[in-house]
């Protein structure tokens, strides 16, 4: 069970609409306060270390423009890749879809007669729903990323994809550590939950052999895998191991090694608002002697390359994980990311996970937005995230509008017929005239709306609304050019 | 200098005050006005919502009725932001040559008004008088998507008698977000209820934007919650003088 009191469910195919989903966690003092103040923390910090980087827009000029060039050119990107990762020594396996990356995981897994299994923090093992298959099967999966633990251990799921563990707070890690670790008397200090974190994972580091890691970045020129971490886990993965699979989106693709350069900066900054990641790996096929001994990488479209054709949503595939979005979110802050219903939340989720699920699994993500824009603002590889926001509403509107049962649905109707009005002018101000004596009836002697039935209900929960002036604009205005003649 | 007032539609509906304040002040500045009656919505509501075929109608609409005016202004800067842009893309997509053309040479025309005033006029001190304690709420578009930088306070500073009282956490949305606010009306709440926090605590008496339609969701949570604040539209500051004050005065 989770301990902030509600199941979170992060599968689009099984989780509540987001207005729905978002109701236990508005509820939630502890959660919202949780969430509200980790946010707050990153933001100052990415802030600062934004500001002084004076290139900054540059930076995501360039950043914008390595990522789509390697979209423009995937296939060749993807295919030196596999060349040279295989020349060092790797082996590249291709998974169309999340089963198939499954399968051919889990087989390697068995080719190593691997009952246990350590992980670096890897959110498209998420997206594939990686562990419970595993588990499923008799593996027994192992995170090894901090935030990770706290969620396994605590049986949560991840709310954030750089963060995951952002909802929980000291004294909640505490209690899940002491409980599942049997420490009665563990303390709350940082240094002692780090200790009982690093005692739990020195056990599993130097008993098990074999590894699964997600990617930052691949680079085609060299056929190396990147991962960033801050906690040194990651490394140990790499280290101790005989055998690592890495997961990774075909979408993840550098060209050049140097572009590593742009990458890294702007990924630390808006990620964590730090300078560099403490922890930086690079690892090319197998080296003799250094490392895991057997290397694969499994690359997953998994939905990918079907974004990769559409004009304004493959932007989408620029993102390199960093967060930046959800970060500066004023939605985002307000309900952290289970209400999302996917791994991805946030904005990038919300434009992410209808694109990768199909969209009638996250039909109501592309509506968790004001379109307030700070996450285009702070995106660091430039994604218009509310462009593509509003190209997805737009195929929800056009997939509904052929149901039936959405013909007479309060919202569908009024906006058809508000075009209707708005098409001829004096059709508009007859339905104003109508609509003002309509409200006539629910505005009270104040002069102000207190209370309106259907869609309108959902405005006068929370606020009033100004009775209808008696004279229009246009009619201010007509009345005026009368009396001037 | 002549100019063209499209008054949007749910200015025209619910705040006909801050029309008629745009009006007395662009006269004052000796701006000759005119106002197409043809006019009713700009489509923001539509193309936001994803009825985008709908969103068309209003589009095309815009450029029959303002082709040949010398400039727009437009006193809502999300309509603005609809306009510059939304229209682009949907001109592209509905493929009619002419149509794009029109528009392509409308658009450097189509001013929001704060941007009428400092860039078009050159005009700061428009000689208003609002002798109140004020806090300017930065609406995300104006922020955001027109880039509206100082010029709201270039036109605030030069007010008389107007104290301004800086509002924390300027850039963070107030959570209308048009459709959204009915859409997600509980988020839309919580996120309101935060920015209702920094708005009150500048012990402000009006709250003043360059959108009423943040104003408006703001505007009505302040008169729900008594907050003893009101909202008040920077157009209609502009426009209030010693001998005419402000209508949300009376």
């Not at chain 1, 593996?139 to 952002?166: C, F, K, M, N």
């Not at chain 2, 963070?172 to 209820?193: D, I, L």
Request: glycine share 8%; charged share 20%; aromatic share 8%.
């Amino acid at each position: 069970m989770s301990h902030s009191g509600y199941h979170p469910v992060l599968d689009p195919a099984l989780a509540a609409p987001f207005p729905e989903a978002v109701l236990p966690v508005l509820r939630n003092p502890q959660l919202r306060k949780n969430v509200a103040h980790a946010i707050d923390v990153i933001q100052v910090k990415r802030g600062k270390l934004v500001a002084e980087k004076t290139d900054w827009q540059a930076l995501r000029t360039a950043g914008a423009a390595i990522r789509e060039h390697a979209l423009e050119n995937l296939g060749a990107y993807l295919t030196q890749f596999e060349e040279r990762c295989t020349a060092a020594g790797g082996v590249v396996h291709w998974a169309a879809d999340a089963a198939e990356a499954r399968q051919i995981i889990l087989k390697l897994l068995r080719e190593e007669n691997a009952s246990e299994v350590i992980k670096i923090k890897t959110m498209t093992s998420a997206e594939i729903q990686l562990n419970p298959f595993l588990e499923a099967a008799g593996v027994r999966t192992y995170e090894t990323d901090l935030a990770e633990i706290i969620l396994q251990l605590g049986e949560d799921e991840p709310s954030h994809i750089v963060v995951p563990a952002l909802h929980v707070n000291r004294s909640q890690v505490r209690e899940i550590f002491a409980r599942r670790m049997g420490l009665k008397d563990l303390s709350d200090d940082p240094h002692a939950l780090t200790a009982a974190a690093r005692n739990y994972l020195r056990r599993k580091f130097l008993e098990i052999p074999t590894a699964i890691s997600g990617a930052n970045f691949l680079v085609a020129e060299t056929g190396s895998v990147v991962v960033v971490e801050s906690e040194g886990n990651g490394r140990m993965c790499l280290t101790l191991p005989r055998t690592m699979i890495t997961l990774a989106g075909i979408e993840k693709v550098l060209p050049r090694f140097q572009d590593l350069e742009v990458m890294l900066q702007v990924l630390a900054r808006s990620a964590t608002g730090e300078r560099m990641n403490p922890y930086t790996s690079v690892w090319t096929g197998v080296t003799p002697g250094d490392g895991p001994q057997k290397f694969h990488v499994v690359l997953l479209d998994n939905g990918r390359s079907s974004i990769l054709a559409k004009k304004t949503e493959r932007q989408t595939l620029r993102c390199i994980r960093c967060a930046a979005c959800m970060n500066g979110c004023p939605v985002y802050r307000q309900t952290g990311g289970h209400a999302y219903g996917s791994v991805y939340p946030g904005p990038i989720g919300a434009i992410l996970t209808p694109q990768l699920m199909q969209m009638h699994h996250a039909q109501s993500l592309p509506y968790a937005s004001s379109l307030c824009g700070a996450c285009y603002e702070v995106c660091p590889v430039k994604i218009n995230i509310p462009e593509v926001l509003l190209e997805l509403r737009s195929q929800v509107v056009n997939q509904e509008r052929g149901h039936a049962g959405r013909f007479f649905d309060p919202m569908y109707l009024g906006l058809r017929i508000a075009n209707m009005i708005f098409s001829r002018a004096w059709l508009f101000h007859t339905a104003q005239f109508f609509g003002r004596v309509g409200l006539k009836f629910f505005t009270r002697k104040d002069g102000w709306i207190h209370s309106l039935p259907s869609v309108g209900s959902k405005w006068t929960q929370t606020r009033d609304l100004r009775g209808l002036p008696k004279q229009t604009f246009h009619g201010w205005w007509a009345a005026r050019q009368k009396e001037a003649r | 200098m002549r100019a063209s007032l499209f008054i949007t539609c749910y200015n025209d509906t619910l705040f006909p005050e801050t029309g008629r304040a745009v009006v007395k002040l662009l006269e004052r500045l000796g701006v000759d006005l005119s106002f197409h009656p043809g006019q009713t919505c700009c489509g923001q509501m539509h193309a936001n919502t994803g009825f985008r075929g709908e969103a068309f109608c209003q589009a095309k609409r815009f450029v029959r009725l303002y082709q040949d005016t010398e400039a727009v202004v437009i006193p809502s800067s999300s309509c603005v932001a609809m306009i510059r842009d939304q229209y682009p893309g949907l001109f592209e997509e509905l493929g009619n040559e002419e149509l794009r053309k029109q528009f392509t040479a409308l658009l450097p025309r189509v001013y929001e008004l704060s941007e009428f005033l400092v860039d078009r006029l050159k005009v700061e001190d428009v000689g208003a008088y609002f002798p109140h304690r004020v806090t300017y709420h930065a609406s995300c578009h104006g922020l955001r998507a027109l880039h509206l930088g100082d010029r709201p306070w270039k036109l605030m500073n030069k007010v008389r008698g107007m104290e301004q009282v800086p509002l924390a956490n300027l850039d963070r949305c107030c959570g209308f977000g048009g459709t959204f606010s009915v859409k997600n009306a509980e988020v839309s709440s919580a996120m309101m209820a935060v920015k209702l926090q920094d708005i009150v605590s500048t012990g402000a008496e009006f709250c003043t934007a360059l959108d009423n339609s943040c104003l408006m969701h703001l505007g009505g949570a302040m008169h729900r919650q008594y907050a003893g604040m009101k909202t008040i539209h920077l157009g209609e500051i502009l426009a209030s003088t010693e001998a005419e004050p402000a209508e949300a005065l009376a």
